[in-house]
């Protein structure tokens, strides 16, 4: 059956993914020799922050940074794989056994439903990657770069146990397996070109309803009103719909509150949990250890900490 599911499904589109990378790299290429050619015309009191630090460039990007982010993406390609093959099986289970009824594959509507579908459970899985600092921990590397550019997207996660989960109920309403990873695939591919500062705002109505480059700017900023804002992959409206839409007042300041300080691919991916690891072996009561694991990032033991409450607290980035 699992097999006659994906069969109905184009050759062409049983990897969007695969097929968009050539087209992943070309943009990159592209804007970072526009980056290049591009004076900063900006005052020398503009260039560094209030901790002296330098400010990247709008739109620019540093060698360093942007090969651990393409390093990063390369490790995913691999890891995804690995973790969409086991929630295949899953899926397909759940699919057979446990669907009330099975839509069928070859319709166009059970595609738009799919899409839609794995756009709705993204939103609350992303959410949930923001609130959850176990969660967080697979999330943040996404978050660790300074700069915004169209590398910065493919500084994936090498951990989508999340996503598996929170997707299950698509095979359990009867979508079909191989269309929940379609609409994955689609809504990855979308969200690559959101991550420019190349484009300013769209048409209005453009802006009402899908992600943009501007909604996801302020979800990468670290700055106190931006933080956990605009978790939408494809449409905005479900973050218009549950009250966590922010729009862009000024430029974000990109990057975690707290910067890992390393271009290390391997530590970006694992700093957060031996972070964790450290807090829990430290934590004296069995309370504290597990909402060092289970509470929002930022999370201490003398701390109630609300979801406006904790727009200032460290540790994390919007997303």
Request: aromatic share 14%.
């Amino acid at each position: 059956m699992l097999h006659d599911l994906w069969q109905a499904v184009p050759e062409p589109l049983h990897d969007p993914v695969a097929l968009a990378v050539p087209f992943f790299v070309l943009f990159v290429a592209i804007e970072a020799l526009a980056a290049r050619m591009l004076e900063d015309e900006r005052p020398v009191a503009e260039r560094t922050g209030p901790d002296g630090r330098a400010l990247p460039l709008p739109g620019g990007y540093l060698t360093r940074d942007a090969a651990a982010s393409i390093s990063m993406g390369a490790v995913s390609v691999l890891t995804m794989t690995l973790w969409k093959l086991g929630a295949l099986g899953l899926y397909a289970v759940v699919f057979a056994y446990l669907a009330p009824w099975q839509l069928p594959a070859d319709a166009w509507w059970t595609w738009a439903l799919a899409i839609l579908g794995v756009d709705f459970f993204f939103y609350w899985a992303h959410r949930v990657a923001h609130r959850v600092r176990l969660v967080w921990a697979t999330h943040q590397s996404h978050h660790s770069s300074e700069y915004f550019n169209f590398s910065t997207a493919l500084r994936q996660k090498w951990n989508n146990s999340a996503e598996i989960v929170f997707w299950l109920p698509l095979p359990l309403l009867g979508v079909p397996p191989a269309l929940v990873f379609l609409g994955f695939s689609v809504s990855l591919v979308y969200q690559f070109f959101v991550h420019t500062e190349r484009v300013g705002t769209l048409w209005r109505p453009v802006e009402l309803v899908l992600n943009t480059p501007s909604h996801h700017r302020v979800h990468h900023g670290s700055d106190p009103e931006y933080l956990d804002r605009n978790y939408g992959g494809i449409l905005i409206v479900w973050d218009r719909l549950f009250g966590t839409f922010q729009p862009e007042l000024h430029r974000p300041t990109y990057g975690l509150t707290v910067p890992v300080g390393t271009f290390n691919p391997l530590r970006l991916q694992t700093h957060e949990y031996a972070a964790i690891a450290r807090d829990v072996r430290a934590a004296p009561t069995w309370r504290d250890k597990l909402g060092y694991v289970f509470g929002p990032p930022g999370w201490r033991p003398d701390m109630v900490v609300t979801e406006p409450e904790r727009q200032g607290a460290p540790e994390i980035a919007g997303a």
